[in-house]
């Protein structure tokens, strides 16, 4: 039996870094630190604050990256401690993750009686089949590691991992958010998941409580030649005052450094118990960044944490601070995009729907059928009402001046969704409805918002030219219900039948059940997600006479950066089938589809969100182009027309987009 080990241990080749064969990644200066598998310059030992200089020790964001037929993988490991920490396990803090072709195999973690000098065997794989694989060996999080030999069958191949899609790799700098806590495993950092999305290289400079931004830090960071860095640092810093001694000089130093190099700047994500400064530090990174922007430095981008992981994801947080698994994820869906846009990547699962294929009416009907079979299953779209109705309720919207009274319904759906929709009534009415829906706000009652998105203002104009109003509201997005769970965790919802889609639309549809009868005529308009769901609705439910999607959508094709939405407006089995172009095509046919969008919009599918280079033209030439594919699709069944709102100053439904409106509905 010894002997048999023995003949084992013989036939693998054990090849100790530093080697040419085994690229390591990650570290920028591996090679001047003669292969210490250290964050850090070796040289900077002595101008670094000390806690920087011990926490560059644990090798964050290091990877070691190749090819190998090799049937057995394993590695000779020292680590000087056992795991210590009390909110990471051994695997998140000392765990050394193997991905085969991209996808996680298994962990290598130090044991509890590691100390220097102790060598550990850890078996990844041994007798898989003798082909061809890409292995990706992510180095621990939180603890100092030495890897003392990889082994691999005598006589192997080894090659290189396949190239980035960039040359150079994406460097983030922070607090331990970015080194990695609390993630359970090395390769489920927010930055190792976006760069397996992306295909990229990175580098880690996250300093668990030390992310401060001291000016010896800025300069070794400025040192990496990056395609893109993010710079995640504020929370670390004791006082506002602290912060703004150090936040502009920091981007100052990198910026003179690397005049044109993209960089991102993250205000902090949401805490369980945010302290006082937390908001106040927001503020300042977007006064600093703001002000660079506006002063000409077009390659800086504000990306604001929230939107990342936001008040109503707290169960993306360890320690109420922390992300953990499913919070970096979020956070690696949220900031991937971006990345991509200023590298001008392809955009993550993304479907190429330019092409219109809705072009005669047995083809609508069957693409009409297969939405509704998709979102709702055999049973098809909701014949039920609305379960209690508060007739002659308080009006949910203050001071309008042209309402008779407004009835509140109540919507029970699959999996335990509820929502609301408000029925407002006119003085004088016209017999006709106007369907109403918000987006990402929690409130129609917004008039007295500096920053509103206008809605109280069309409600009320629409109940003075006498349409009847039905106000809905998105998932979890009305009082007392206000972004409770994010919309992507809809998708994990286990439905009786049908697609998580159907709590965007029921609202909608059920409530029109008890009121649709009232109406000769029955219209929609909506703003962002609500946009969104006006261009679904419209698609799939033909009584909808004229429509008004305003900052809903663009073609998934033209999407890049901040437009690229949440999970809803991407979702790839959907848009295989139904491309925004046929929804569109779909939602005029037979009737008249309008779409605005806000060329100085501050968040979806304006000016600013468009990526002319990328896409070889210019804003509005770019969507004249799907405009054009969908009216050649419609002939004269229907009518398809985009609209560019130059007044908007924001986000929003202005008061001429709804002046606009109304002179649709009177032709």
Request: aromatic content about 8%; hydrophobic content about 40%.
């Amino acid at each position: 039996m010894h002997l048999v080990l023995a003949l084992a241990a013989l036939s693998l080749d054990w090849i100790a870094p530093p080697d040419p064969r085994l690229p390591v990644h990650g570290l920028p200066w591996y090679a001047e630190n003669k292969g210490e598998p250290i964050r850090l310059p070796l040289r900077l030992k002595e101008t670094l604050p000390p806690a920087v200089w011990n926490l560059g020790l644990s090798p964050s964001g290091g990877r070691i990256r190749f090819r190998t037929d090799s049937s057995t993988l394993k590695m000779r490991l020292e680590f000087p401690s056992p795991p210590n920490m009390a909110n990471m396990h051994a695997f998140g803090q000392t765990g050394i993750d193997l991905y085969l072709d991209g996808a996680y195999h298994s962990t290598a973690i130090a044991p509890k009686d590691a100390a220097a000098g102790k060598i550990i065997e850890h078996v990844f794989f041994e007798n898989l089949p003798k082909q061809d694989r890409e292995l990706t060996l992510y180095l621990s999080l939180y603890k100092p590691v030495s890897v003392k030999a990889i082994g691999l069958d005598e006589g192997s191949a080894l090659t290189k991992a396949r190239r980035f899609a960039a040359a150079k790799p994406v460097v983030f700098y922070g607090t331990s958010i970015t080194q990695g806590g609390c993630a359970s495993r090395s390769g489920l950092s927010y930055q190792a998941i976006l760069a397996r999305q992306l295909n990229l290289d990175f580098v880690n400079l996250g300093f668990s409580g030390n992310g401060k931004g001291e000016p010896a830090v800025a300069s070794m960071v400025a040192e990496i030649d990056a395609s893109v860095f993010v710079l995640d640092f504020s929370q670390n810093n004791p006082t506002i005052e602290s912060l703004r001694e150090v936040y502009a000089p920091f981007l100052d130093t990198v910026r003179r450094k690397h005049p044109t190099t993209p960089i991102i700047a993250i205000t902090p994500i949401a805490m369980a118990r945010e302290q006082a400064r937390i908001p106040l530090m927001r503020e300042h990174i977007r006064e600093v960044v703001k002000a660079r922007i506006n002063a000409g430095d077009r390659n800086l981008t504000l990306v604001e944490g929230l939107s990342l992981l936001g008040p109503s994801q707290l169960d993306g947080l360890v320690d109420g601070v922390h992300p953990n698994d499913l919070g970096f994820q979020w956070m690696a869906d949220g900031l991937a995009p971006k990345i991509a846009d200023v590298l001008m990547l392809p955009p993550p699962v993304l479907v190429d729907d330019r092409r219109v294929t809705v072009t005669s009416e047995v083809l609508a009907q069957q693409k009409r059928a297969q939405i509704v079979s998709y979102i709702w299953g055999p049973a098809g779209v909701p014949k039920t009402r609305p379960a209690s109705v508060d007739k002659n309720g308080t009006s949910p919207v203050k001071d309008l001046k042209h309402l008779k009274s407004v009835d509140t319904y109540s919507i029970r759906m699959d999996a335990g969704q509820e929502n609301t929709t408000h029925h407002f009534l006119p003085l004088k009415p016209n017999g006709q409805l106007i369907v109403l829906q918000h987006g990402h706000a929690c409130t129609f009652d917004d008039a007295a918002d500096p920053r509103g998105a206008g809605m109280a203002h069309a409600i009320d104009r629409f109940l003075e030219a006498g349409y009847a109003v039905l106000a809905a509201y998105m998932p979890h997005m009305r009082p007392g219900d206000c972004r409770t769970l994010p919309h992507g965790e809809l998708f994990a919802l286990k439905p009786e039948s049908g697609n998580a889609l159907k709590f965007f639309l029921e609202p909608v549809a059920i409530s029109l059940n008890a009121i649709r009868g009232r109406y000769k005529k029955v219209h929609m308009a909506g703003l962002s997600g609500g946009g969104w769901t006006t261009t679904l609705y419209s698609a799939i439910d033909p009584s909808i006479t004229y429509s008004f999607p305003v900052a809903g959508s663009i073609p998934l094709y033209l999407r890049t950066g901040d437009s690229v939405g949440d999970k809803e407006q991407y979702l790839a089995p959907f848009y295989s089938f139904a491309g925004y172009g046929d929804l569109y095509a779909l939602g005029a046919w037979g009737r008249r589809q309008v779409q605005i969008l806000n060329r100085r919009d501050d968040c979806c599918f304006g000016e600013r969100q468009h990526n002319a280079v990328r896409h070889g033209l210019d804003y509005e030439a770019a969507y004249r182009v799907y405009e054009k594919a969908v009216r050649e699709a419609l002939g004269t069944r229907g009518a398809f027309a985009l609209e560019i709102d130059d007044t908007a100053p924001r986000h929003m439904i202005s008061p001429a987009a709804v002046e606009q409106m109304l002179t649709h509905l009177r032709r």
